[in-house]
């Protein structure tokens, strides 16, 4: 990691001097080393990695994962504008605006994208199994299986569950479930230093409470191995999790989410300006599909069905036809072939598809329509998927959260798989969704939407 710190700010500081070469050379009489614009420009190339690392955007907790790595970049090139503004005023340095106007916001966005392209290379890493912290696990037995089920799944989280530590009437279970070795809570620290741990995490359990936490922290001094705690909130993001001192009693204090207010007609406005502007691009793409499905195979070209919206509301939501048209009548016949594992009925080769429908479906395309329900306002952008009358009947108190936000063409479960996810996966993806909505976490569904569709993974 220090390595992989390293090359970013090598690639940092080109940057910056890419940025303050082409604000010199650009300028009007080119290089000039008597001129303030010159050294304006060089004082960027060392402020910048400079501000990088005070801001934090080198540690290496924030390196893979998250937005806390890029708002931090985001923090250094707003200091970093600020700093020139008020350099150039108080010095009456004559700066050219190119500099502070273009120069400062063009690096800050294009250091946005070596990290981006970083972290893609260290998740690939770290899916091979390099590049990541060897953890030991402590806590009851079902909490510790859910977290290791968690970081096996997220490997680009870069953790690989070494070993557990547990109850006593929980460790043959574990054993046979985690296939790793399981200790008890009391030899932790001798596990971790047996197996050559870099982190011990703790789940929420009554044996770990305040006094063994505190008594595990002791042990660990001197010994370099990280300590972290799971705090039982598995689906509450960190913008919602702030630490809030009582009388030196460190208290978690977590945000309540956030369904309606000045954000929430933001993201109704983006919605439907990101619409109009789709609809308007793509037409030439939503008629020739729609001249394709109406050659191809009788019937209507678009298929309409009733879902459930945001609080219960019911609304028709539009696709292009992929299916025959009495595939309704054919899917009682097929029952059997069904390979979901929940209220969803899922086939591989469903025969009720239509050839045109077959590439609609791996591309995503017969979902475009969606977006005159995302202009009419019943649908949006980015949501949970949006369920059928019969699926809102049989949810419990908890699934029932997905219909507090309207749903989406898109959302965490486009990203994650599609198809593919079994039903409790899908189900938690949703509600993540809805307990840390942000404008930040809809764009960048929205950027790896792209990516899921090209790659038509779980699409059928």
């Not at 439907?272 to 070209?301: D, Q």
């Not at 475009?368 to 949501?383: D, E, H, I, K």
Request: hydrophobic share 50%; net charge positive.
């Amino acid at each position: 990691m220090r390595r992989y710190s390293i090359a970013l700010l090598v690639a940092e500081t080109l940057a910056a001097l890419a940025a303050g070469g082409a604000a010199v050379l650009t300028r009007e009489g080119g290089l000039n080393l008597s001129n303030s614009l010159f050294w304006g420009a060089a004082a960027m190339v060392v402020a910048w990695p400079a501000l990088l690392v005070a801001t934090g955007a080198h540690t290496e907790r924030v390196f893979g994962m998250g937005s806390d790595e890029y708002r931090r970049v985001g923090r250094a090139g707003l200091l970093l504008l600020a700093f020139a503004g008020f350099v150039s005023y108080a010095a009456a340095l004559d700066l050219s605006r190119a500099l502070v106007v273009v120069a400062v916001p063009a690096l800050t966005l294009g250091t946005m994208v070596i990290r981006y392209a970083a972290r893609i290379h260290l998740h690939r890493q770290r899916a091979i199994g390099r590049h990541t912290k060897r953890v030991v696990v402590v806590g009851r037995g079902g909490a510790v299986l859910e977290l290791v089920q968690r970081l096996r799944r997220e490997k680009y989280a870069g953790f690989d569950v070494i070993a557990a530590c547990v109850t006593p009437e929980d460790r043959t279970r574990v054993a046979d479930l985690a296939g790793v070795p399981v200790g008890g809570l009391d030899d932790v620290v001798n596990t971790a230093a047996r197996l050559h741990a870099d982190t011990i995490a703790v789940t929420s359990a009554s044996e770990t409470a305040a006094q063994y936490l505190r008594q595990l922290s002791w042990q660990l001094e001197g010994t370099g191995i990280e300590l972290l705690v799971a705090p039982g909130l598995m689906e509450v993001a960190g913008p919602r999790l702030h630490i809030r001192p009582f009388e030196g009693l460190p208290l978690l204090s977590v945000e309540q989410p956030r369904f309606e207010g000045w954000t929430r007609l933001v993201k109704g406005a983006v919605d439907r300006g990101l619409a109009v502007a789709a609809i308007l691009l793509l037409a030439p793409v939503l008629a020739c599909i729609a001249v394709a499905v109406r050659v191809t195979s009788t019937g209507p070209v678009l298929f309409r069905q009733e879902r459930v919206g945001v609080n219960g509301q019911t609304f028709t939501m539009l696709k292009f036809r992929s299916m025959v048209v009495d595939a309704d009548v054919r899917l009682e016949a097929l029952q059997a072939s069904n390979i979901s594992d929940g209220l969803l009925f899922k086939m591989r080769d469903d025969p009720r598809v239509t050839s045109v429908g077959k590439w609609l479906r791996r591309l995503s395309l017969d979902e475009l329509p969606q977006l005159f329900n995302v202009l009419a306002g019943t649908m949006s952008l980015v949501g949970p998927r949006p369920p059928l009358p019969n699926e809102v009947a049989n949810y419990d108190s908890q699934v029932r959260r997905r219909l507090l936000v309207k749903p989406g063409l898109t959302g965490l479960w486009q990203i994650s798989g599609r198809s593919d996810l079994p039903w409790e996966e899908a189900v938690r993806l949703d509600l993540r969704y809805v307990e840390n909505w942000s404008l930040t976490l809809d764009l960048l569904i929205l950027w790896k939407t792209c990516r899921a569709v090209l790659s038509s993974s779980g699409a059928y």
